[in-house]
C-alpha cells in the first residue's frame, strides 16, 4: 500500500490537508492500492465502495440495511480490482458515504443537520453527511454538532483526500499528467429524490461537467469505448461529475478527471443486490480495457 507521503504542499489548488494526514495508516479508512507492473498515469478512485460502518459512529447512523447498500456504489470496487494489474493506483474507501460523502465538500452542510454550523449552506439533506436517505429516510439518529462533524471530517474525509490529492500531484510530476477515474453507478430508472425520477438511463453515463474536466481526447475515448462494446452513452445526464471531478479535474494543469457512472442494471440485481456473474465479468473485463486505453495515452 502507497503511503502518500510525496506532498503537494507547493500546489495550493489541492488544497491538502496537512502532511500529518497522508498517512493511510492515520485512520483505516481506505484502501491505497500501486500498480502490480507498468505503472501508469492512470488513478481510479471508488468514494462510495463500502456499506460498512465504524463501530463509534453504528449508534448515530439510523439508516436501514437495504438503503445502505441502495446508496453506495455497491461492487463497483471490485468491479475495478484488476485496475493495478493494467497500470493503474486504486484507491477505495472503507466506510459507507453515510459517515462522510468523500464526493461532496467538506462545507457541503446545511443548518439541519448541523445547526451550530457557523455558515451552513442552503436545504442540503445529502451533503458531506447525509441526514435523509435517497429514499426519503432518515440517515442521521440526530442532528450533529460543528465539533462532531469536524471530527468526522478529520478521521474519514481530510485523510481520504490527502491521500487522493498527494498522489494525483506525485502521478502528475512523474508522467506530467494524470488521469482520474472516478468509480460509481446508478440505479437503472431514476428513483424518488433522483433529479429524473422514473426515467430510464443509459448503461454508461461520464460527467466532466459539459466537457471542462478532462481532455476530449480522454472523454471521447471513453464514449468510444463503450459504444464500440454495445452500450448506450449518455454524457453528464443525470450526473455532470461531483466534488472529487470539479476539484481535481483541471486540464490546464494536466490534471484530468472523469466520473464513470454504471447502470446496474448492466451487471448486479438491482433487487437483491447480487452481482451477476456473467455479466459483471463482462463490464470487469470493459474496464480492464479501458484503464489500459487510458494508460497508453499521452497528454503531455
Known amino acids: 500500500m502507497l503511503g502518500g ?4 504542499r507547493s500546489r495550493a489548488a489541492w488544497c ?3 502532511e500529518s494526514l497522508l498517512d493511510p495508516r492515520a485512520v483505516d479508512a481506505f484502501a491505497l492500492i500501486a500498480p502490480e507492473r507498468g505503472p501508469t498515469a492512470v488513478l481510479v478512485e471508488v468514494p462510495h465502495a463500502s456499506i460498512a460502518l465504524p463501530p463509534e459512529l453504528r449508534d448515530e447512523i439510523t439508516a436501514p440495511a437495504e438503503c445502505l447498500w441502495r446508496d453506495a456504489d455497491l461492487h463497483v470496487a471490485e468491479l475495478y480490482r484488476s485496475a493495478p494489474a493494467h497500470g493503474a493506483t486504486l484507491l477505495a474507501a472503507r466506510y459507507s ?53 469536524g471530527d468526522r471530517l478529520l478521521r474519514y474525509h481530510a485523510p481520504y483526500h490527502a491521500a487522493l490529492a498527494a498522489e494525483l500531484e506525485r502521478l502528475r510530476r512523474r508522467f506530467g499528467f494524470v488521469v482520474l ?29 459539459g466537457r471542462a474536466t478532462a481532455d476530449a481526447r480522454v472523454i471521447d475515448l471513453v464514449d468510444a469505448h463503450f ?21 481535481y479535474g483541471r486540464p490546464r494543469e494536466r490534471c484530468h478527471a472523469v466520473q464513470i457512472e454504471l447502470n446496474r442494471a448492466i451487471y448486479m440485481n438491482e433487487e437483491t443486490g447480487e452481482l451477476r456473474d456473467r ?19 499521452d497528454l503531455r
Open 227 to 247: 459504444r464500440a462494446a454495445g452500450l448506450s452513452v449518455r454524457h453528464d445526464d443525470p450526473y455532470q461529475g461531483g466534488y472529487t471531478t470539479q476539484h
Open 181 to 209: 477515474v472516478a468509480g460509481h453507478s446508478m440505479p437503472s430508472v431514476g428513483r424518488a429524490g433522483h433529479s429524473d425520477p422514473g426515467a430510464r438511463r443509459a448503461d454508461v453515463v461520464p460527467g466532466t461537467r
Open 97 to 149: 458515504r453515510y459517515v462522510v460523502d468523500l464526493n461532496r465538500a467538506p462545507d457541503d452542510v446545511d443548518a439541519q443537520t448541523v445547526p451550530d454550523h457557523p455558515s451552513p449552506r442552503a436545504h442540503q439533506p445529502r451533503g458531506v453527511v447525509w441526514r435523509i436517505t435517497t429514499d426519503g429516510r432518515p440517515s442521521l439518529k440526530a442532528p450533529l454538532s460543528y465539533a462532531a462533524l
Open 279 to 297: 455479466d459483471a465479468a463482462r463490464v470487469r473485463s470493459l474496464l480492464d480495457e479501458l484503464v489500459t486505453k487510458l494508460g497508453r495515452l
Open 16 to 18: 491538502a490537508p496537512p
Open 5 to 8: 507521503r510525496s506532498t503537494s
